[in-house]
T-cell receptor
Framework: GAVVSQHPSWVICKSGTSVKIECRSL??????MFWYRQFPKQSLMLMAT?????????EQGVEKDKFLINHASLTLSTLTVTSAHPEDSSFYIC???????????FGDGTRLSIL | DAKTTQPTSMDCAEGRAANLPCNHS???????VYWYRQIHSQGPQYIIH???NNETNEMASLIITEDRKSSTLILPHATLRDTAVYYC??????????????FGQGTILTVHP
């Protein structure tokens, strides 16, 4: 079946640093990828839609300059949390979907802890 | 906002069928019903989806009412590993929101020995 790989699985870093998270579709080309965030005991919240070769579409309330998204190829999207602070600590999850009415498949998530 | 409502939690005995209901009374004619589950500290796992006909795969069955205002996910023989949060999602279609999934709070299914 379809596989989406996310890296790293977890990261701990100091406040003020930038962190890059990678999302890869391993066995299909993904023209669209999605980035979600999940705080403890809450549901997933969509942050942005990443489109290959064009700018990402951000959900209301998500700062595009803080959460930089790059989708340079059909198999890779990256999310960079710039100048991360403790309130950015969360579980970040990506998903990828083939074109058409196909299911989204999710990565295993990245747990980000900012000290 | 999520367009579905689900019970907060349900229990099921191991080996028995787990029937998880979902209401989606405002569903549009071209919107699909998707089911995902999330085991603690993992990404959501796709289970099944359907438009109007009942669907079955190796994981589960999906029963959609004729008016499409509700559906039921059936896990025929629940195991302890099926303990998870189950999300019923109506998938938006068309325009800039194509493919977006809006997650609600889901149903916490606990399978007991």
């Amino acid at each position: 079946g379809a596989v989406v790989s996310q890296h790293p699985s977890w990261v701990i870093c100091k406040s003020g640093t930038s962190v890059k998270i990678e999302c890869r579709s391993l066995d299909f080309q993904a023209t669209t990828m999605f980035w979600y965030r999940q705080f403890p005991k809450q549901s997933l919240m969509l942050m942005a839609t990443s489109n290959e070769g064009s700018k990402a579409t951000y959900e209301q309330g998500v700062e595009k300059d803080k959460f930089l998204i790059n989708h340079a190829s059909l198999t890779l999207s990256t999310l960079t949390v710039t100048s991360a602070h403790p309130e950015d600590s969360s579980f970040y999850i990506c998903s990828a979907s083939r074109p058409g009415n196909q299911p989204q498949h999710f990565g295993d998530g990245t747990r980000l802890s900012i000290l | 906002d999520a367009k579905t409502t689900q019970p907060t939690s349900m229990d099921c005995a191991e080996g028995r069928a787990a029937n998880l209901p979902c209401n989606h009374s405002t569903i549009s004619g071209n919107e699909y019903v998707y089911w995902y589950r999330q085991i603690h500290s993992q990404g959501p796992q796709y289970i099944i989806h359907g438009l109007k006909n009942n669907e079955t795969n190796e994981m589960a069955s999906l029963i959609i009412t004729e008016d499409r205002k509700s559906s039921t996910l059936i896990l025929p023989h629940a195991t302890l590993r099926d303990t998870a949060v189950y999300y019923c999602i109506v998938r938006e279609d068309g325009g800039t929101s194509y493919g977006k999934l809006t997650f609600g709070q889901g149903t916490i299914l606990t399978v007991h020995p």
